[in-house]
Every structure is written in structure tokens, then in C-alpha cells.
């Protein structure tokens, strides 16, 4: 068993509309001109790197957009919807698979399956229409009922954005862990996306033990900052817990119940007096990919923003030189993705599994890598202003690429 982050493949309408209110970079890009190859070539180099580094990798893919079942659905069709409505039908948002579900490792579960819940992402209408899709894809990728359980998506009374929420603290991802959700209560002008009761749910649905199950509250400060999602001011892998100190509301009481169920537990806590709020939002530190390597030891993948963000680059340098448990730091290129409130974390759904349990399609080495690149290289628009996604040729140009995507990986039943 082992952990594979399924990256999102950043599909071909990806733009900026500015949809995400409480997502200060969504917010202050609005109107930019978006360049989806770009984009989906930072995913894929991305993941290159990490396979490199010896980790697991696997894929989900770009959504169908526009999406004319959901407008049909409201009554519309891409030629006559509203303006604000067109640019929630187009959005790329399902690129970000750390929403795409919440996994609880088989370990965990009473049933001995790893459980499965797709994220109902009811809060921001553009991302509300992710789940059927997603829940396909997961569906084929997690076929085997002996092995894995894939819940759709809990009721849309209560929010849940999936695994962005969520953490898991073990002495080796194979071993039972604890798992953490944390859910909003107040989030000063900005919306609270994650609802306890739909993190109390996942946790039900997946035959949690309640013993190991911690649920937190969100800062409201941190909510309030920007960090939309928990995964914006903390990560956690194994033993390691990385946070702000100002991301939950409670912290001594988290701790407490962390460190009286693992002994182990290693809490690596930035105080506001180094890094702000602000600054971590704007570098997206602790949206970082926190990895064990193959050769031993931590690792911290973060995105180019952390160098350029003087008080978070001299905290980590600092880090690094002592004696913590992050042992070393690799700096990656996402910038259209963060352009968008999206980081290397976000850009990922972790799975602990055995791989040969797992669709082969929705996993990737070097060489299916080159031969998604080629397909990105060839069909993925160069650049994309918000108001082109008026012109018909484009709708058409985003639907050939998905399908030829789909075409190469040989996914065709999901065309
Ligand atoms: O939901 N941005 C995404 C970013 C998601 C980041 N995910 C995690 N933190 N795990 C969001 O706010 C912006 C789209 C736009 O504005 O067009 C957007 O949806």
C-alpha cells in the first residue's frame, strides 16, 4: 500500500472569471487573459517532477465544457445563458482534485475498503456541477468493490469540498491514522464552504472509528484572510502536522487530542510573528505537497511564490538548516493554476492503495506523460480571455481536446 496523488489535468477552458468570492487571487485576477496550455503543461511537469522523486502518480481529467447538460437543466443552452451563468458552465475548476473527494485509507475503515465520498462543492455555483462527472470517473478508476467504496456526494443541505478539508495523521500512510476534518463556522465576510455536518456525515459513511476521528473548526481569521479551505494554512503526512499557528479555532484542544492518540506526532507550527496570515495566503505555503520520499525523510513541494515571498522563504530556509522533520524543499511552477487560488496541493486527491487495484488508465509514468503533453501541445487553446468564451468556435475547440484526451488514454466510455 502506498500513497498516489491523482493530479487534475488543467482542461482547455481554463480562464479567469473571478467566480471564487473569499479566494483573494480568483478575486484580483478577474479579467486576465488565462493560458490553458500553460497551464496543463505546469500540471504535467508537476507531476514529472514528483515521479521523479520517486512518488506514485495517477490522473483525473478536464470536465465537459461548457457543461450543456447543467445549462440544459437551468433552462439554458451556451448560445442564449446569462453572462454569469456562461463563465460557471465553462470553468476548469475540476483541475483542483483535492476537492474532488474526501478518501479514508482502508485501514481506517471498519469495512477494511478505502471509502470514497465525492465533494457536492454546493457552495460556488461553478464548482457545484463537478460532482457527476467526478463521481464517474472515480467509479471506473476505483472499480473494485473488494478493495474500495465510492459514495456519491452527500446531501447539498449541508457543503463539503472534499478532501481540501481534511487530514490524516499516521505513523506510515499503511497504518490506521487519525483523520481530521475541519469545517467553518464564520468566515467574517466570506462564505464558509465546509459544514460540520457534512464532515460528520463523510465521517459515518466511511465507518470511521470515532476514537481516531478529530473534527476542528477553521479559524475564522483564516477563513477571513482568504484561506477558503483548510489546505490554504495547513498539511499534514504521517506524523508531520505543518500549520499556521492561526488556522484553527481551538488549537490547544486540536493538539491535545492529536498528541494523546499519537505519541509520535510532530507539530510543525509557523507563528504569525514570522510569516502573517496574509503572506502565507499570498506565498500558498502550506499548500504545499507534504511527501514522504522512497530515500527517507520529508519533503516539501511548493510553489515558485514561497521563494518570491521573502518572510516565508527565510522561515523555511531556516527550517530546513535546523533540525525539523521537512528535510528538504522543491520548488515548482504552477502559476496559472495559483493565478486562481490553486496550488500543488490543491492540484492533487491523495489515495493510500496498492496500485494494482487500481484502473491502470487513471495512472501515469513518464511515457503516458509525453503522449498527454503531445495532446495538450496540439488541441489546448494558447491563450483565453474571459470574453471569448462568447465565440462558438471555441466551445467547439474545448470539446475536440477533451475527447482527444479521453481518446488517448482510452477512456472512451466517458466521452
Ligand atoms: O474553489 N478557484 C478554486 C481554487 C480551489 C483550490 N483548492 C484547494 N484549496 N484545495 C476555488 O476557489 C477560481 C475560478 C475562477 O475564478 O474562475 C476557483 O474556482
Known amino acids: ?60 481529467l478536464p470536465h465537459r465544457r461548457p457543461d450543456r447538460a447543467w445549462l440544459g437543466e437551468l433552462g439554458t443552452d451556451v448560445g442564449t445563458v446569462p453572462p454569469s451563468l456562461r463563465a460557471a458552465a465553462f470553468s476548469a475548476s475540476a483541475m483542483w482534485a483535492a476537492n474532488a473527494a474526501t ?3 482502508a485501514p481506517d475503515c471498519t469495512d477494511g475498503c478505502c471509502h470514497l465520498t465525492v465533494a457536492n462543492l454546493r457552495t460556488m455555483a461553478h464548482r457545484s456541477h463537478e460532482w457527476p462527472e467526478t463521481l464517474a470517473q472515480l467509479r471506473l478508476a476505483f472499480a473494485d468493490e473488494t478493495r474500495f467504496a465510492v ?18 495523521l499516521c505513523a506510515s500512510h499503511d497504518a490506521p491514522g487519525i483523520e481530521v476534518f475541519v469545517y467553518g463556522q464564520r468566515g467574517g465576510a466570506y462564505p464558509v464552504r465546509q459544514h460540520e455536518e ?13 476514537e481516531h476521528t478529530l473534527f476542528a473548526c477553521q479559524s475564522e481569521a483564516a477563513i477571513a484572510a482568504g484561506a477558503f479551505h483548510n489546505d490554504v494554512v495547513a498539511v499534514a503526512n504521517e506524523n508531520v502536522l505543518f500549520t499556521h499557528e492561526q488556522a484553527f479555532e481551538d488549537r490547544p484542544s486540536l493538539y491535545a487530542a492529536l498528541k494523546r492518540r499519537i505519541p509520535e ?38 510553489p515558485d511564490e514561497v521563494r518570491e515571498t521573502p518572510t516565508v522563504w527565510a522561515w523555511l530556509e531556516a527550517q ?14 504552477v502559476r496559472q493554476s495559483m493565478a486562481n487560488g490553486g496550488g500543488p496541493a490543491c492540484l492533487r486527491l491523495r489515495v493510500v492503495a496498492e496500485p494494482e487495484c487500481i484502473d491502470p ?19 489546448w487553446p494558447e491563450a483565453m480571455a474571459p470574453d471569448q468564451l462568447r465565440e462558438p468556435a471555441i466551445w467547439t475547440q474545448m470539446e475536440r481536446a477533451r475527447a482527444a484526451l479521453y481518446e488517448e488514454i482510452g477512456l472512451r466510455e466517458l466521452i
Open 1 to 60: 500500500m502506498r500513497e498516489i496523488n491523482f493530479d487534475g489535468i488543467i482542461g482547455p477552458s481554463h480562464n479567469y472569471s473571478g467566480l471564487s468570492l473569499g479566494n483573494v487571487a480568483s478575486a484580483s485576477n478577474k479579467g486576465l487573459v488565462s493560458h490553458p496550455r500553460a497551464a496543463a503543461l505546469q500540471g504535467v511537469a508537476k507531476m514529472r517532477h514528483n515521479l521523479r522523486l520517486g512518488l506514485a502518480q495517477g490522473i483525473l
Open 103 to 105: 478518501v479514508s485509507p
Open 151 to 168: 459514495h456519491p456526494p452527500v446531501p447539498a443541505t449541508f457543503g463539503d469540498e472534499g478532501a481540501a478539508n481534511h487530514m490524516r
Open 198 to 210: 457534512a464532515s460528520r456525515a463523510v465521517a459515518r459513511l466511511h465507518g470511521l472509528d470515532p
Open 265 to 302: 506526532i510532530e507539530i510543525v507550527e509557523v507563528p504569525a510573528s514570522a510569516v502573517s496570515l496574509e503572506d502565507a495566503i499570498r506565498s500558498y505555503l502550506f499548500n504545499a505537497q507534504l511527501v514522504t520520499l522512497p530515500t527517507g525523510g520529508m519533503a516539501l513541494i511548493v
Open 320 to 333: 530546513v538548516a535546523g533540525n525539523g522533520p521537512i528535510r528538504r524543499i522543491f520548488v515548482v511552477d
Open 361 to 379: 488508465r487513471f495512472l501515469v509514468d513518464e511515457a503516458k506523460l509525453d503522449r498527454i503533453a503531445g495532446v495538450i501541445a496540439q488541441h
